[in-house]
Structures are given as structure tokens and as C-alpha cells.
């Protein structure tokens, strides 16, 4: 017969605030007690509903584009990174800008500018839309091609294909990335890439975490917002390996039905969700055992940015 609740819920380590979240959402605070409210930040700081509603409550004005930001006032680019152009258009405005870019993805604008510097086609790997991958084609329009997939990996052209690299979004999928890496390969053996690998510590060790709850649990649960990219990655990595796998923002989110039957649920949480989030899931879930399981140990942190360090 099939147990009405879970007994037991595994915890993947790491999870949940990456050091480049945490930065982002310390810099607006920060922003805040020293300029005072209201501090306009462009775009969602981090993609979590929770971690932005915090912040509007405190004071911070989220906007769309730089149009809506009064001039002379202070406002925050956010993790995920802008174009060129949308730096530009703050210092025309006579913005005060305060970058909240991971430095991880800063890395990989530095790397679109070499790359295209020394006369290649840039093949981004990543999703369209996404702001990240907005900010990174900016950096050199006119040299970068999106790929979004394997499909699309078969089927892109470039000028020259002795002068062709590939950059990827800081957080895609690992193991569907070096498949299209692979392809690429395949098609431009002179390809180069980065050093080593875009694909982010923060994202990599959230996956290798899952991979090793998920083949052990009934379902898998992934705290996160729908327009989070690495969250949403995520609950796909557990659908592949064959587990029953949701996003939800909080708690409230969850559906008894996909209870039905479940012992073992594994659990854990994408870079931009607040770790108190999980914890309300787990007393959600009622009494269980809660065993969690650590993959790796993260000790990364990033300093603030002169304009806002203490
Ligand atoms: O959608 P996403 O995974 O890129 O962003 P999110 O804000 O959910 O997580 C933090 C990741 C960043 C800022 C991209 F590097
Ligand atoms: Fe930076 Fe990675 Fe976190 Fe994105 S997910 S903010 S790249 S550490």
C-alpha cells in the first residue's frame, strides 16, 4: 500500500543564494541605508518573486528600462548583466550606477570582447530572451550567433570556420551544454572556448547535488521562480533521470496530489531562492525525516562594489 505522506525528505547540498545572489541583493541593501529609498534597480535583482517583493518593501523600485529612472537618481544593474548600450544609455542619463553584475557573468562579457576582438564568430550557447543572454550579445552584436540547442548547433553558419568560439550562459544544463559543445566540435574542429567551462560553479554544483537525491526520491520538489533560469534547469535534470519533478516559489505552491504515493522526497532549491523558503517546504511536508546530502563544499564569496562596500 502506498504511505499517504512522505516519511523522508533528502536534502541536496548545495542549494539555494549562490555567492553572485547574495552580492546582488547585499548591494541594494546596501544601496538603500546609504542613499536612502527609493534606489531604482533595472530588471529583477535576482529571478525569485520573494527576494524582489523584500525589497519593494524596503524601498527598492524595480523598472524595466532606464526611461523610468528619474535623472541624477541611484540605480542598480542586476546580477544577470547589461549590454554596453544599456551602460551607455545610464551615463547619458546622468545615472548613478551601481553594477550589481556577478562578477561570473562580468567574466564572460570579458571573453565576448576577446573573442570577437581577435576576429572569431562568438557562438553563444544559451536561451534566448534570457537578460543574461541579452547583455552578452551586446557586447559584440554584429560577430555573436545564439545557439539555443543541439538542433541549432547542427544547423548555424559562420563566415569563416577557422575563426569561430562558442561562450555558453553561466547557467545552462551541464550535461545538454557538453552535447552541444560536442556538435560544434564536430562541425569547427579550429573551435575555441573559454579556459575553462561558463557554466558557473553555483549551477554545476546545484545539478551534481540533484542528480545524486533524485535517483533515490519519489519526487522532486525545486524552490525557485518560473523565470529562473537555473531553477527551471533544475527540475528538468530530474525529469531526465525519470523523477517526477516541480518548481514552486514557496510552500503554498505545492499540490497534494503529487504527494500521492510519495516516501522519499528530494528537495532543493536554484540560486536565487531564500533559504528560509526551503525550510517552510520541509514543515510543509509535516513530520519527516529530513537527511541531507552534501556533494560539495562552497566557500566562493565576492567583495562589494566600491560605491556601496561599508
Ligand atoms: O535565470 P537565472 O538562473 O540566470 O538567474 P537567477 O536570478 O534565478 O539566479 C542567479 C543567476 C544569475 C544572476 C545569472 F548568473
Ligand atoms: Fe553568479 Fe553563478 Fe550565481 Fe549566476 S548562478 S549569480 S553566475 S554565481
Known amino acids: 500500500m502506498s504511505s499517504p ?13 549562490c555567492a553572485g545572489v ?28 520573494h527576494v524582489v517583493a523584500e525589497l519593494e518593501e524596503r524601498g527598492a523600485v524595480f523598472v524595466e528600462e532606464l526611461d523610468e529612472v528619474p535623472a541624477g537618481a541611484t540605480v542598480v ?3 544577470h548583466g547589461v549590454s554596453p548600450a544599456v551602460r551607455a544609455d545610464g551615463e547619458h542619463r546622468g545615472l548613478d550606477v551601481i553594477d550589481a553584475t556577478c562578477p561570473l557573468v562580468t567574466k564572460v562579457h570579458t571573453e565576448a570582447r576577446r573573442f570577437a576582438a581577435r576576429g572569431d564568430t562568438v557562438l553563444l550557447i544559451g536561451h534566448g530572451g534570457h537578460e543574461e543572454v541579452e547583455g552578452t550579445l551586446g557586447e559584440a552584436p554584429e560577430r555573436t550567433v545564439l545557439v539555443e540547442d543541439v538542433a541549432a548547433a547542427h544547423s548555424v553558419e559562420v563566415p569563416d570556420p577557422e575563426r569561430v568560439s562558442y561562450l555558453t550562459q553561466t547557467t545552462l544544463a551541464v550535461d545538454e551544454t557538453v552535447e552541444i559543445v560536442s556538435v560544434l566540435r564536430q562541425r569547427f574542429p579550429a ?14 554544483n546545484r545539478q551534481e547535488a540533484l542528480s545524486a537525491v ?9 524552490v525557485g521562480s518560473a523565470n529562473s533560469s537555473n ?3 533544475l527540475v528538468e535534470l530530474a525529469r531526465r533521470g525519470g523523477t517526477p519533478a516541480y518548481l514552486v516559489d514557496d510552500a503554498s505552491a505545492i499540490r497534494a496530489e503529487w504527494l500521492d504515493g510519495v516516501s522519499v522526497v528530494g528537495l532543493t ?7 528560509r523558503l526551503v525550510d517552510e517546504v520541509i514543515a510543509a511536508l509535516g513530520p519527516v525525516e529530513v537527511v541531507e546530502r552534501t556533494t560539495a563544499t562552497e566557500t ?11
Not at 269 to 275: E, F, H, K, L, R
Request: hydrophobic share 45%.
Open 5 to 17: 505522506v512522505p516519511h523522508t525528505v533528502l536534502l541536496a547540498a548545495p542549494r539555494s543564494f
Open 22 to 49: 547574495e552580492r546582488a541583493i547585499e548591494i541594494v541593501e546596501h544601496a538603500l541605508r546609504r542613499h536612502g529609498a527609493p534606489v531604482y534597480v533595472r530588471k529583477q535583482i535576482v529571478h525569485n518573486t
Open 77 to 79: 544593474f542586476s546580477a
Open 191 to 204: 573551435l575555441r572556448g573559454p579556459a575553462s567551462d561558463d557554466i558557473c560553479y553555483a549551477t554545476t
Open 214 to 222: 533524485a535517483r533515490e526520491a519519489d519526487l522532486v520538489l525545486v
Open 231 to 233: 531553477s527551471v534547469r
Open 269 to 275: 532549491a536554484g540560486a536565487s531562492a531564500p533559504p
Open 300 to 310: 566562493v564569496h565576492f567583495t562589494l562594489p566600491l560605491a556601496v562596500r561599508p
